[in-house]
């Protein structure tokens, strides 16, 4: 969800339809002002939607290949990540992934704790029952690696909200992106 200029997606499409799975990448912004705004979006929606998959039962997304089908990735523009059994009432996923989520302006703890705590509930009911959610933050954003209080204070309180919202933490990682960062916090932006 929330794939600023479709890079991250364009880069793991390939990828993903060679081994059958399906990719739905979305972002906020509605198509005319995606393509506007982001210099690579044309691009990088033309790469994602015209990836085709390798045949594979692709009920996981609720979907059944008959006979020659072909299928592609889906690129959506308009998705609110707060709001995703909106977009797909009938969907379960398998997993989501959230990379840098970010309120707009100037960094404002309080907005984006309630950024990712909607984002984390509105997760949960579109998730897979063995599913799993990925959310890539910086450093100190998480909270998990806090060593005083006025650390954990100030970080967005993930862990806090991932269990408030009946999901587990499993796994802590470090970050390491391998994909062009065309549009590294809105760089493309005017």
């Known amino acids: 969800v929330g794939d600023g200029d479709l890079s ?4 793991i499409a390939a990828d993903l ?9 979305t972002v906020l912004e509605d198509q005319a002002a ?4 982001y210099e690579r979006s044309i691009q990088n929606t033309e790469t994602i939607s015209t990836t085709k998959l390798s045949p594979r039962d ?17 690129v959506q523009f308009g998705v609110d990540a707060t709001q995703l059994i ?20 100037k960094t404002n703890a309080k907005h984006n704790r309630k950024l990712v705590s909607d984002f984390l509930k509105s997760a949960g009911h579109v998730l897979d029952n063995d599913g799993s959610i990925e959310i890539a933050l910086c ?6 690696g806090s060593e ?4 954990w204070r100030q970080s967005w309180l993930v862990p806090a909200f991932a269990a408030e919202h009946g999901l587990l933490l499993r796994k802590l990682e470090q970050y390491t992106p391998e994909y062009p960062q065309t549009s590294h916090r809105g760089v493309d932006r005017p």
């Open 17 to 25: 339809g060679d081994c059958g799975v399906r990719l739905t990448a």
């Open 148 to 151: 005083t209080l006025q650390e």
């Open 34 to 37: 995606h393509h506007r705004v």
């Open 139 to 144: 450093q100190g954003q998480g909270g998990m």
């Open 58 to 74: 692709h009920s996981a997304n609720g979907e059944q290949q008959n006979g020659d089908e072909q299928f592609h990735h889906d």
């Open 86 to 105: 909106d977009h797909f009432p009938k969907t379960k996923f398998q997993k989501i992934i959230f990379n840098f989520p970010h309120w707009r302006g």
């Open 8 to 11: 991250y997606s364009a880069q």
